[in-house]
Nanobody
Framework: QVQLVESGGGSVQAGDSLRLSCAAS????????MGWFRRSPGKEREFVVC????????YYGDSVKGRFTISRDNAANTVYLQMNSLKPEDTADYYC????????????????????WGQGTQVTVSS
């Protein structure tokens, strides 16, 4: 089983940038599609982005398109989320998520496809 550990959260001002990291360990972590969800206080969990095992396919939630960029380094078993032009509405706990992949192009779009969750990292954006 894969274990996921997020890092890079923090408190920033609107318009600032942050980069989150998700380090995977365990059995063959690089054959998982990886991505991020977030949950804001009082709201349901929201899909943010996913990247396929190959790294060639990505899928972004509408609220982050054009501002967030996901990437992965399979040699380091790490996925990165570069978040630019942050807004107060981006404030949330961000969770790394992995889904077993049998295709290099597979990516998930919903939480029901996720097999492994990280514990989360908090991002706070103040206006």
């Amino acid at each position: 089983q894969v274990q996921l550990v997020e890092s890079g959260g923090g408190s920033v001002q609107a318009g600032d940038s942050l980069r989150l990291s998700c380090a995977a360990s365990g059995r063959t972590p690089n054959i998982y599609a990886m991505g991020w969800f977030r949950r804001s206080p009082g709201k349901e969990r929201e899909f943010v982005v996913c990247i396929s095992w190959s790294g060639r396919n990505t899928y972004y939630g509408d609220s982050v398109k054009g501002r967030f960029t996901i990437s992965r380094d399979n040699a380091a078993n790490t996925v990165y989320l570069q978040m630019n032009s942050l807004k107060p509405e981006d404030t949330a706990d961000y969770y790394c998520a992995a889904a077993r992949s049998y295709s290099g192009s597979y990516y998930y779009t919903g939480s029901n496809e996720v097999d492994v969750w990280g514990q989360g990292t908090q991002v706070t954006v103040s206006s």
